[in-house]
């Protein structure tokens, strides 16, 4: 986007066009729905280890909380 400047010398903001900026959104919007189904496709096969995975360290946490609450009294 350039900037043009007016007979004062003023720098004024190009105007974009409505069809342009909508072309825009759609073509951003394609690109992220394509990027979020690859990354939904990549995680398709890890998802299961990595939900236990979490499911352990937070109950590794709240349980050494727990402890730490126990020894603290």
């Known amino acids: 986007m350039t900037k043009k400047k007016d007979h004062q010398g ?10 342009k900026r909508l072309f825009n959104y759609a073509v951003l919007f394609f690109i992220s729905a394509y990027l979020l189904n690859y990354g ?4 398709e096969d890890v998802w299961l ?12 946490v709240v349980g050494y909380r727990v402890k730490k609450a126990k020894d603290w009294r």
């Open 10 to 19: 003023e720098e004024t903001k190009e105007v974009i066009s409505l069809g």
């Open 49 to 60: 280890p990595l939900l236990f995975l979490s499911i352990f360290i937070v109950l590794l």
């Open 40 to 43: 939904i496709k990549l995680l």
